[in-house]
């Protein structure tokens, strides 16, 4: 099993910053991979980014790519997600997902991911 435990979320000006962090506790990491998904008020939740821990492949949702850079950290384990040139549609609440030997396919859907953080609220005024 997977423990997440995300952090960095606030409030921010149109074109701020924020970096959210994710702490992933449990098992070995190897097979994983790391997502951020967001979920706004009244919609879906949606992918945003995703990282293989094992090879580093990175993976973007058109809207955010130029913005947000997804990476890993170590000591202890975390995912990464910084997010430039913040938009008020990126409000949402977000939530790190961990799956196991995620095609890549399946990596953009939620119900490929097994683990998950209680989320972390993104606000952006314009």
């Known amino acids: 099993q997977v423990q997440l435990q995300e952090s960095g979320g606030g409030w921010v000006q149109a074109e701020g910053s924020l970096r959210l962090s994710c702490v992933a506790s449990g098992d070995t990491l190897s097979t994983y991979t790391m997502a951020w998904f967001r979920q706004a008020p009244g919609k879906e939740r949606e992918f945003v980014a995703a990282?293989?821990?094992?090879?580093?492949?990175?993976y973007y949702t058109d809207s955010v790519k130029g913005r947000f850079t997804i990476s890993k950290a170590y000591a202890p384990n975390a995912v990464l997600l910084q997010m430039n040139s913040l938009k008020p549609e990126d409000t949402a609440v977000y939530s790190c997902?961990?799956?196991?030997?995620?095609?890549?396919?399946?990596?953009?859907?939620?119900?490929?991911?097994?683990?998950w953080g209680q989320g972390t609220q993104v606000s952006v005024s314009s």
């Open positions: 997902g961990a799956g196991a030997s995620i095609a890549r396919y399946g990596l953009r859907r939620e119900n490929q991911y097994d683990y």
């Open positions: 990282i293989r821990w094992s090879g580093g492949t990175r």
